[in-house]
């Protein structure tokens, strides 16, 4: 149980394009979802916190405008890269609380951008 | 903030044991141990609760002492598959966001 799903796993796109990223929990409700960025050998960092049915809250240095979140139901979570530059290249990935099972944050298999 | 992970990198031989330090300034609602191997995303290990507690499964677990805000995860007997980086994540309240060390890279060697 508690599987979260990403797609697409990896994306090439052409500069000044925007990119869709989607989350979804495939065997529980997620009212909360995260939306993490890893560059190569780093640790992940947190961009936003995404509620269902709410804004997301960014966390700081991350620009909104720039990283669309959308959290239209309990089961998915979407993340659009407006306007993606060469810099915006990372793994993205996701996690979601199953708020029936505690604290946990499960991890999707993350969605691999490169922009040229 | 984020937690400090000592040590950055370590080598065992298989079979070995091996400890990895998870330290916070902050009172600690939480602390989560993953394991990332390379190009995959991380896989839930386990979750200590602030009361202070210990946990494990097979030849891995763990320990949260609430005083000194500090956690630490133990590897008993590591076998090949246990190579990968290994990060902490702290939960600093109720609203749930993880801070992620800046990772161990463990390496087991046959």
């Known amino acids: 149980g508690a599987v979260v799903s990403q797609h697409p796993s990896w994306v090439i796109c052409k500069s000044g394009t925007s990119v869709k990223i989607e989350c979804r929990s495939l065997?529980?409700?997620?009212?909360?979802m995260f939306w993490y960025r890893q560059f190569p050998k780093q640790s992940l960092m947190l961009m936003a916190t995404s509620n269902e049915g709410s804004k997301a809250t960014y966390e700081q240095g991350v620009e909104k405008d720039k990283f669309l979140i959308n959290h239209a139901s309990l089961t998915l979570s979407t993340l659009t890269v407006t306007s993606a530059h060469p810099e915006d290249s990372s793994f993205y990935i996701c996690?979601?609380?199953?708020?029936?099972?505690?604290?946990?944050?499960?991890f999707g298999p993350g969605t691999r951008l490169l922009v040229l | 903030q984020q937690p400090v992970q000592s040590p950055q990198a370590v080598i065992l031989r298989e079979g070995e044991d091996a400890v990895i330090n998870c330290s916070s300034s902050?009172?600690?609602?939480?602390v989560h141990w993953y394991r990332q191997k390379h190009g995959e995303a991380p896989v839930f290990l386990m979750i200590?609760?602030?009361?202070?507690e210990q946990k494990g499964h097979d030849k891995i677990s763990a320990s949260f002492n609430e005083k000194k805000q500090q956690s630490s995860l133990y590897l008993t007997a590591s076998q090949l598959s246990y190579s990968g980086t290994y990060f902490c994540g702290t939960v600093l309240g109720s609203a749930r966001q993880l801070t992620f060390g800046s990772g161990t890279q463990l390496t087991v060697l046959p």
């Open positions: 065997d529980f409700q997620a009212t909360t």
């Open positions: 996690s979601a609380i199953d708020g029936g099972r505690g604290e946990t944050q499960y």
């Open positions: 200590l609760l602030k009361g202070g």
């Open positions: 902050k009172a600690l609602y939480s």
